[in-house]
């Protein structure tokens, strides 16, 4: 089993940062891709990035590049994923998760998934 724990999400402005954290537990961390996913109020969960076991590829969704990047501390169990110029639209609960492939770049191919964390952007 991992078990993933978010962190940092929060209610900004419009052209504002944020930079959300995912703390892993229970496995080798390096052993797993991860990501981060969302899902706003009435809409489907989506892919914004993943990263592969050894951080070398990344996916991002066209939504997020540019703006998004995703990183991994592999000594510190943890995945990042800094925001830069978000929009009203970003706005979301915002999942991490986990899988035990070498690339995942779907929900249907990650296996752990944390509680999510909340970000609100005002316009």
């Known amino acids: 089993q991992v078990q993933l724990v978010e962190s940092g999400g929060g209610l900004v402005q419009a052209g504002d940062s944020l930079r959300l954290s995912c703390a892993a537990s229970?496995?080798?961390?390096?052993?797993?891709?991860m990501g981060w996913f969302r899902q706003a109020p009435g809409k489907e969960r989506e892919s914004v990035v993943t990263?592969?076991?050894?951080?070398?590829?990344?996916y991002y969704a066209n939504s997020a590049k540019g703006r998004f990047t995703i990183s991994r501390d592999n000594t510190k169990n943890t995945v990042y994923l800094q925001m830069n110029s978000l929009k009203p639209e970003d706005a979301a609960v915002y999942y991490c998760a986990a899988s035990p492939l070498y690339a995942c770049l779907s929900i249907t191919c990650m296996e752990y998934w944390g509680k999510g964390t909340l970000v609100t952007v005002s316009s």
């Open positions: 990263i592969t076991r050894g951080g070398t590829s990344t």
């Open positions: 229970g496995r080798t961390f390096s052993n797993y891709a």
